[in-house]
């Protein structure tokens, strides 16, 4: 599956590579808050930030409960995300913070690829394997931008 993530002002779109549209990000005012809504606008998944800095954290959140915590482990050397849930733990591994792979279970499952578009704005690129995919995984885009965004943009 192939999917993109694309800045339209304060929120997110998300298209397959038809151009349809599957998902919308908005960020709530207040906070480092972003809710996941499918195309018929149901709330799906929210993600917040928990920790700011130079490593920060965040929590997918599925009604009111945390299930996957997201946790920086380094925005220079070996750029990379820890994502663990009940029964599964990802990893966003990267060289240059702008290509990641995705490692479920200690397999690569899929890419995120950081695009620099004539704007200046940054898209996102996730390529996943069918049977990895879960509505959440385009909250990793998210994540990545609100870690790495500035730093690519300077580039």
Not at 24 to 48: H, M, P, Q, R
Not at 76 to 94: A, H, Y
Request: aromatic share 12%; glycine share 4%.
């Amino acid at each position: 599956m192939t999917l993109f993530v694309i800045p339209k002002g304060s929120k997110y779109i998300v298209q397959d590579k038809n151009e349809r549209l599957i998902y919308t990000i908005k960020k709530k005012s207040f906070g480092a808050k972003f809710i996941l809504y499918d195309a018929s606008n149901y709330e799906l998944y929210s993600l917040v930030q928990t920790v700011n800095g130079k490593k920060p954290a965040f929590e997918i959140i599925l009604n009111d409960s945390p299930v996957i915590l997201m946790h920086c482990l380094s925005v220079f050397l070996d750029p990379s995300f820890e994502c663990r849930g009940n029964d599964m733990n990802f990893q966003l591994k990267s060289k240059d913070r702008k290509l990641f792979k995705i490692i479920k279970n200690d397999h690569e499952v899929g890419k995120l690829n950081t695009v620099k578009l004539m704007t200046g704005e940054l898209q996102y690129e996730i390529v996943i394997e069918d049977k990895h995919f879960d509505d959440y995984i385009s909250l990793f885009a998210i994540a990545i931008d609100r870690a790495f965004g500035d730093i690519n943009k300077s580039k």
